[in-house]
């Protein structure tokens, strides 16, 4: 069964720093890996999606990286700011019937 | 855009109602998810549907059951709602190919009382 961790649960950076956040899986039999943001109480917005052929995707600030091997994946944000303030989810799409299996977040302040 | 609207944002109802959560979708995408998210459980998969009348149980089927007549409406049943029930719902929706996003609605927190 596919396992995702997330470390760390909370992150707390000064506005301006360049930031990593890490998503490992157990399961390197994957279609896909999606990133993910929350913000309180609303649904998920779609960050950026790697298939398992590529190691890495960018939009803007934003830039994931894929080890499929490794099982890891890390969302790197450049020059935070206070509105990147969330809670960042990735999810892993396995070989079974289009089923994803969510982390548990990193929730990220961003202080001014 | 990909839109995914959820009928109420939230949602208040007593134990042993049948409770209904509607969730449509515009981008005539094939698959449809319903989620229930919970502090320090994360997001659990309930159940999914690859395909009109078509549906599949996730982790956590018991005490849920679906309805997806129409390619773009997908609905939550609770058949007899529970205090453990209480949580956010969040709908997805994604197109069948294997690289393709899922998109989520805006989610419904449900309280059952």
């Known amino acids: 069964k596919q396992e995702v961790t997330q470390i760390p649960a909370a992150l707390s950076v000064p506005e301006g720093e360049n930031l990593v956040l890490n998503c490992s899986f157990t399961?390197?039999?994957?279609?896909?890996l999606q990133w993910f943001r929350q913000d309180p109480g609303k649904g998920l917005t779609s960050l950026l999606l790697i298939q398992s052929s590529q190691r890495e995707q960018t939009s803007g600030r934003l830039n994931a990286s894929l080890d499929k091997s490794s099982g890891r994946s890390t969302l790197y944000i450049a020059a935070s700011q206070p509105g990147d303030s969330a809670t960042y989810l990735c999810a892993v799409k396995g070989y079974n019937a289009g089923k994803s299996t969510f982390g548990d977040g990193t929730t990220l302040t961003v202080k001014p | 855009d990909v839109k995914v609207t959820q009928s109420s944002r939230y949602l208040v109802k007593r134990t042993g109602e049948k409770v209904f959560l509607e969730c449509v979708q515009d981008m005539d995408h094939e698959n449809m998810f319903w989620y229930r998210q919970d502090p320090g459980l994360g997001l659990r998969l309930i159940y999914f549907s690859y395909d009109v009348k078509m549906k599949e149980k996730g982790d956590i089927p018991e005490g849920y059951s679906v309805s997806r007549e129409k390619k773009e409406r997908f609905s939550l049943i609770l058949e007899s709602a529970s205090t453990n029930q209480t949580s956010m719902y969040l709908c997805?929706?994604?197109?069948?190919?294997?690289?393709?996003?899922?998109?989520f609605g805006d989610g419904t927190r449900l309280s059952i009382l």
């Open positions: 399961d390197s039999a994957i279609y896909n």
């Open positions: 997805a929706s994604s197109l069948s190919r294997e690289n393709q996003p899922q998109h």
